[in-house]
Structures are given as C-alpha cells and as structure tokens.
C-alpha cells in the first residue's frame, strides 16, 4: 500500500514534526516528572508544584490563572482564529505513604509519595503545551483555544468540581475536554479507552443499627443489635442480586461493623461503614432510598431503630461516543491502530476527572505504562513500590497532542 496514502497531518501539522518533536522533548518531560516525583504534595496542598506548573506556562506565552478552585492551574493557549476551545486535563496530587523504590528520584518527603502517577500525568501535559505552543506558533495557527487544566485534590477530597465551581470551563466556554491515567496493565507503547462508562461511582452509606442492651442470659428483655444487623447487612446483599439489572453492575460492601462489649452483654449498638459503586446515573440515584428501606424493614420487624447517613462521592465517569471515535482515529493514525486498545470493562474505582466529562463532552483514555523487562509498571498504584516506564511520557505528550489539534481540525 502506498504511505501516501495514509494520514499523515492533522490540524496541517505533520504526525512526523509531531513524533520529532516529542521525542526531542523527552529529556525534558522525564526531569519533569522526576522533579515532581521528588517533591510530592498532598491534595490542596499542591503550592510547589502548581508555581511550577504556572511558570512553566507562562514561558510559553500561554495564559496562565492560579488558585483556581484551591491550588489548580488553568492556562490558555488562544487560537489566532476562533474556533471552539478543548481542554486537556492533568492531576497533580500525591497520596499520604512512604515510598519504597529505592530508586534516585524517589520522594524526598517522609509520608508522601507519588504512587499513582500523576506525576507523570503533570509533566506530559507539560510537554503537551509546550509541543501545542511550538507547532502552531504561539496559538496563531491555531482555529480555537486549548485549555490546560492542571488539578488538585484527585484522591480527595476532590478538585474538578471546586475549578469548574471557580469557571475553570468558562470564558471561553469548553467544548471537549480529554485525560489520561497511567495504566500498569498496558504496555508501553499502548494506550486504551471504551465508549460509555469508564469508572464507578463510589458514595458511602454509614448505617447504625439501635437496639436494646440487656443480659446475654435473658435475650427477651432486650433488642440485640447484633442480630439486627446481621439480618440487615445480608438483607442489602439482595440488592445488587435481585435489584439492579443483571446487565448492569453495582456493588455494595460492608467494610466495617462494630458493636458490643462482650460475650454475656447484649450489644445495645451496631455500626457500619459501606462502600456503594454504581455505573449509571439511574442505579446510583435509586439505591440510597432501597438501602433505606431495607434498613428500616428489618430494624421495624425486629424492633429497633436506626440511623443511616448517605455520602455522595464521585459521579460515574462516562466517555462520549464521539470523542472516543476521535480519540480512536487520531490515536490511531498516530500509534498504529494495533497499539490502541479497546477496555471491555469499567472500573469499580472512581475517578474526579467524572465532573469534567459531566461538564462537557469527554474522553478519558489510559496510558499504557508496564515494561516487564525493565521491571517496571509492574506494582499497581498506590502500593510503595509503584513507578511507570518514563517511554511512556512520550507517547503520553503525542496522543494529548494529536487529541487537541484533531479536535480543532475541520472535519472533511
Ligand atoms: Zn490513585
Ligand atoms: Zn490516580
């Protein structure tokens, strides 16, 4: 077949320039991302890293706004033309743990590590603005706005709804918006994404059941929680069983219970903390109120009270279908399609990104980052021994890359 023949430019940019490029930037990616991974800071505590960020930009002649929603960046990179604005998005948050790498970048803070790559996710969008800053000429050969959102707070308490809540996607108004996460089941090289839903809703139902204490002797004199909320926790099993739709998922765990004093005290108290994921906006709205009537059925038949307090976390993180089909086609006239992979399954973990793709059309892709030969991307996230192949900064810079610029591309 001829080459010619295939794409080989988007947005008049060639793929070659593209990949030429991101690969001269490498070294500077990978002192980036080292450089954060040294210096890893907390949720809302990002100040270092987020001067760094906004500096970074500014060098760029992109435009830069700071403490947007606690200590996120925005930046603008504004197009000569108008045209529509689409948004790249990294985290910046590192998660409360020692590290245990051994390796020479590793944190340099007791307590704190970046154990689930958004180090990483912070120098590629880096990279990326710079690359988008290069190749159209500070903006002017843009037609349309990119934006960069740089996060606080993924792992909690949560940072994309205080940005939007502080027009992180206004003025201009954002029209797509695009992510990645690392992903240690992916090769290097790889990246993947599905249409639909991405990862769970993950809210929190804290139920306590209130009986009667008396003497573990005469059980008729009292209420014995105990029992209550034995038949309470396997009542709400059935709630994922004969509740929720076979072709649809959910899950529900009792992560803790607690209750009592001892063996011939009837435990006047039962408490427990669960866990409530959900992949679709109708099965999460509907299972508060069924957890409810569950709770208060069983606790009216056996006569004792209860309370019960409902924590809404992360929505759902659905991809839109035409972005996904963008991010397949420019990923794959990039990559190859053989290195972009379609996920057959979403995650049952969260992810805050969920607000932003509630907020404008939205694809959120995964980043191939596992080299067995090299031994890393071998630990998942969040254990102390977690680190990522840095090949894959690269690949990360080129796909954001091709993303904005097939986005603001005039379709033919
Ligand atoms: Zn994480
Ligand atoms: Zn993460």
């Not at 409902?310 to 035409?322: A, T, V």
């Amino acid at each position: 077949m001829d080459k010619d023949n295939t794409l080989e430019e988007i947005g008049g940019i060639a793929l070659s320039r593209i990949c030429g490029r991101a690969e001269e930037l490498m070294g500077e990616i990978r002192d980036l991302r080292r450089d954060l991974h040294r210096n890893p800071e907390l949720g809302m505590e990002e100040t270092r890293t987020a001067s760094i960020v906004a500096e970074y930009l500014r060098r760029l002649d992109i435009e830069v706004s700071e403490g947007v929603g606690g200590t996120g960046v925005v930046g603008l990179l504004r197009g000569g033309t108008d045209g529509p604005t689409v948004a790249l998005r990294a985290d910046m948050d590192a998660l409360p743990m020692d590290e245990d790498t051994g390796v020479d970048y590793a944190s340099s803070v007791p307590g704190k590590m970046h154990s689930c790559g958004h180090d990483a996710h912070t120098a590629i969008l880096l990279g990326t603005a710079r690359m988008l800053s290069e190749l159209t000429d500070a903006g002017s050969n843009l037609k349309g706005n990119v934006k960069f959102l740089f996060q606080p707070a993924e792992e909690g308490p949560g940072g994309a709804q205080p940005m939007l809540d502080d027009g992180a996607f206004d003025a201009p108004a954002v029209d797509a918006v695009f992510g990645l996460h690392v992903d240690v089941n992916l090769p290097t090289g790889t990246v993947g994404s599905r249409r639909g839903v991405m990862t769970a809703a993950a809210d929190e139902a804290r139920i306590e059941i209130v009986g009667k204490g008396g003497h573990g002797a005469h059980p008729h004199t009292a209420v014995d929680s105990v029992v209550v909320a034995s038949y309470v926790v396997t009542a709400l099993q059935t709630l994922v069983s004969r509740e929720v739709s076979p072709a649809d998922s959910a899950v529900f765990s009792v992560g803790r219970i607690a209750g009592g004093y001892r063996n011939n005290i009837i435990a006047p108290k039962v408490n427990m903390e669960a866990t409530v994921r959900t992949l679709s906006r109708e099965v999460r709205d509907v299972l508060p109120g069924r957890i409810e009537g569950i709770v208060r059925g069983v606790c009216e038949a056996m006569r004792a009270d209860y309370g019960l307090e409902y924590d809404y976390g992360y929505p759902p993180l659905e991809n839109s279908d035409e972005m996904v089909d963008l991010f397949f086609r420019s990923a794959g006239a990039l990559l190859g399609s053989g290195s972009v992979v379609e996920i057959d399954d979403p995650s049952m973990g969260a992810e805050d990104f969920a607000y932003f793709a509630e907020a404008a059309p939205a694809c959120f892709y995964r980043l191939g980052v596992r080299n067995e030969e090299k031994g890393l991307g071998v630990y998942p996230n969040h254990n102390p021994r977690f680190d990522i192949d840095e090949d894959a900064l690269v690949v990360g810079a080129k796909t954001m890359t091709v993303l904005a610029l097939s986005y603001l591309s005039p379709k033919d």
